[in-house]
């Protein structure tokens, strides 16, 4: 189930679980936004079709972490030209086991399709996906990655890793052969300005082995606020 972090007039900020799909998936069962959107229902004892809920981005159903929802359409509005315009600052973390090509900088290239579903790191850039990122020595032979899209194409952030050697742990697309309890992609932090006023959010992992390793959650207090690092040069 997940959780709230915060609530507004105009928005919500929730954090996603890893497996649970954005949307309903038939059968299986409701999605993020239909269960948030359920529990506002009920705070609101209003029927479903009262209850307004706009996603303004959206994760990624292996992918853990912050989620904002517009809880009315001139807020939608709002957010929908903070992320077109990138003034929405967002960073995640990932786990990988294998060897970087590099450890920290810029991973820059248009993305194509590929077979499967998948996406491929292309070396064109005419519109290309924008990541910065650090990683950290952990426990077990991995690494510890913080990053920082500036651009928002699907699986970005699973493709940039993947296209410098280090997919992460538990990708069923990009690394379909690692075993683990879940995908090691939570997204961690956000902060933006909204109507002039200032907002941070930060949520760290609550599930997950490796994420609750002792040698990630010390490494996590030190980044507590990712803003405040000195980030690679776009």
């Avoid at 064109?124 to 990053?147: C, D, G, H």
């Avoid at 690394?175 to 939570?186: E, F, I, K, Q």
């Amino acid at each position: 189930m997940y959780k709230t972090i915060a609530q507004y007039p105009d928005f919500i900020v929730v954090e996603k679980p890893a497996g649970l799909n954005f949307h309903d998936e038939g059968d299986i069962g409701s999605g993020l936004h239909s269960l948030v959107k359920q529990q506002l229902q009920n705070q609101q004892q209003t029927s479903d079709n009262k209850c307004e809920l706009y996603p303004v981005h959206r994760l990624d159903k292996m992918t853990s972490g912050l989620v904002i929802f517009a809880k009315n359409l001139a807020c939608a509005q709002v957010f929908g030209q903070l992320f077109s315009e990138h003034q929405v600052e967002k960073y995640y973390l990932a786990i990988s086991d294998k060897k970087p090509n590099k450890k920290q900088g810029l991973i820059k290239g248009d993305m194509g399709k590929s077979r499967r579903g998948m996406f491929k790191l292309l070396r064109t850039m005419e519109n290309p996906a924008i990541t910065q990122f650090f990683s950290y020595p952990v426990a077990n032979k991995q690494r510890l990655y913080l990053l920082k899209p500036h651009s928002g194409k699907t699986h970005q952030l699973r493709v940039a890793l993947a296209s410098i050697g280090a997919p992460i742990v538990g990708d069923p697309l990009y690394y379909s052969t690692s075993p683990a309890d879940r995908g090691y992609l939570h997204a961690f932090a956000l902060r933006f300005n909204y109507l002039g006023e200032s907002f941070e959010f930060t949520s760290l992992p609550t599930s997950g082995d490796f994420y609750l390793n002792a040698t990630i959650t010390e490494q996590l207090q030190a980044i507590k606020k990712p803003w405040q690092l000195n980030w690679p040069r776009l």
